[in-house]
């Protein structure tokens, strides 16, 4: 019976032209070296060294072993080291892509928090619009996706071990120095007559707007665009306007008491956020690593997002 012994040591008695060779390198008794030779010589049935005067070298059914051989030892030893970074997390490299909201104010931090435990992991962030987000985890160019999850959408993630992690209100901000609210709480018409920034492409304006005409009210004032959710808060810091965006994004400068959430009468928006799984990861959930990167973005987004505050509609 053909053994994987067998084939190290022919490749050993390969590389170093002669039996005591092999022997010396893989710690063996050079009577050992010609046992595993003989057996593996009557499993193929010929001859597989010559004995020359420079030492043994491979015939032509040898030479044909020894391709054989070098495949077996080089794909085994790669499916050691795979599974070795498998169940230790190290070397492994994880892709995760995101809305741009949470691919800047959320993944970051947990980010850095996982690498400083698991300093052989490498984790890459990339954001995009959520329907890019959902084919790169389909495809699997992405491991995890996370994105706000709306309910048409359940649909298009069926398959990607989609899991709903919670409520991350749209919330209306504006500047606590310099605010345009007169009062605790506004009518949703109030807003057709105040000047809006906004992320440019950014569909959360459109949402607003979709609501205030579902209700009956006329659309938004043209926004102020910019390129970058850090221009859009600059903005709103310099009294420019206000801003729709998710709590998460603005949730330093609401803690800090830089921004004020302005309150709707009868409109609140909340978006139920998920995260998702790429095919070829899926198996490795029951694996050490990627069951401990994907519990901790869980756990850790949870707390980031934490869930929308009470309060009336």
Same mark, same amino acid.
């Given at each position: 019976?053909? &053994?994987?012994?067998?084939?190290?040591?022919?490749?050993?008695?390969? @590389?170093?032209?002669?039996?005591?060779?092999?022997?010396?390198?893989?710690?063996?008794?050079?009577?050992?070296?010609?046992?595993?030779?003989?057996?593996?010589? $009557?499993?193929?049935?010929?001859?597989?060294?010559?004995? =020359?005067? %420079?030492?043994?070298?491979?015939? =032509?059914?040898?030479?044909?072993? %020894?391709?054989?051989?070098?495949?077996?030892?080089?794909?085994?030893?790669? !499916?050691?080291? $795979?599974?070795?970074? *498998?169940?230790?997390?190290?070397?492994?490299?994880?892709?995760?892509?995101?809305?741009?909201?949470?691919?800047?104010?959320?993944?970051?931090?947990?980010?850095?928090?996982?690498?400083?435990?698991?300093?052989?992991?490498?984790?890459?962030?990339?954001?995009?619009?959520?329907? @890019?987000?959902? =084919?790169?985890?389909?495809?699997?160019?992405?491991?995890?996706?996370?994105?706000?999850?709306?309910?048409?959408?359940?649909?298009?993630?069926?398959?990607?071990?989609?899991?709903?992690?919670? *409520?991350?209100?749209?919330?209306?901000?504006? &500047?606590?120095?310099?605010?345009?609210?007169?009062?605790?709480?506004?009518?949703?018409?109030?807003?057709?007559?105040?000047?809006?920034?906004?992320?440019?492409?950014?569909?959360?304006?459109?949402?607003?707007?979709?609501?205030?005409?579902?209700?009956? *009210?006329? @659309? !938004?004032?043209?926004?102020?665009?910019?390129?970058?959710?850090?221009?859009?808060?600059?903005?709103?810091?310099?009294?420019?306007? !206000?801003?729709?965006?998710?709590?998460?994004?603005?949730?330093?400068?609401?803690?800090?008491?830089?921004?004020?959430?302005?309150?709707?009468?009868?409109?609140? %928006? !909340?978006? $139920?956020?998920?995260?998702?799984? &790429?095919?070829?990861?899926?198996?490795?959930?029951?694996?050490?690593?990627?069951?401990?990167?994907?519990?901790?973005?869980?756990?850790? *987004?949870?707390?980031?997002?934490? &869930?929308?505050? @009470?309060?009336?509609?």
């Amino acid at each position: 019976m053909l &053994s994987f012994h067998q084939l190290q040591v022919l490749c050993a008695v390969a @590389e170093h032209g002669s039996f005591k060779g092999a022997a010396d390198a893989l710690a063996l008794s050079q009577p050992a070296v010609s046992a595993a030779i003989r057996h593996l010589r $009557e499993y193929v049935g010929v001859d597989l060294f010559a004995r =020359e005067v %420079h030492g043994a070298v491979l015939t =032509e059914a040898g030479r044909a072993v %020894h391709r054989y051989a070098t495949d077996v030892l080089a794909a085994t030893n790669a !499916l050691q080291r $795979e599974i070795q970074d *498998i169940s230790t997390g190290d070397r492994d490299h994880f892709r995760l892509a995101a809305t741009l909201a949470y691919a800047s104010y959320v993944l970051p931090t947990l980010v850095a928090q996982y690498h400083l435990s698991h300093p052989a992991t490498r984790i890459s962030v990339t954001s995009a619009p959520i329907p @890019e987000v959902v =084919e790169s985890v389909r495809s699997s160019k992405a491991d995890v996706g996370l994105f706000p999850l709306q309910r048409w959408q359940r649909e298009s993630v069926r398959g990607l071990g989609i899991i709903a992690l919670d *409520i991350d209100e749209l919330v209306v901000v504006e &500047s606590s120095i310099h605010p345009f609210s007169t009062g605790p709480r506004l009518a949703a018409s109030e807003l057709t007559a105040l000047p809006f920034v906004n992320l440019t492409d950014s569909p959360d304006l459109i949402v607003l707007n979709r609501d205030l005409a579902d209700d009956g *009210i006329g @659309e !938004l004032m043209p926004p102020v665009e910019l390129a970058s959710w850090a221009g859009v808060k600059d903005a709103v810091r310099a009294g420019v306007g !206000l801003a729709v965006l998710p709590r998460s994004v603005a949730q330093r400068e609401l803690q800090n008491g830089e921004f004020r959430v302005v309150s709707i009468e009868g409109y609140r %928006h !909340l978006n $139920e956020l998920g995260m998702i799984c &790429s095919p070829r990861r899926q198996g490795e959930l029951a694996s050490a690593s990627f069951r401990d990167l994907w519990d901790f973005l869980a756990s850790g *987004i949870r707390q980031a997002i934490g &869930s929308a505050p @009470e309060g009336p509609l």
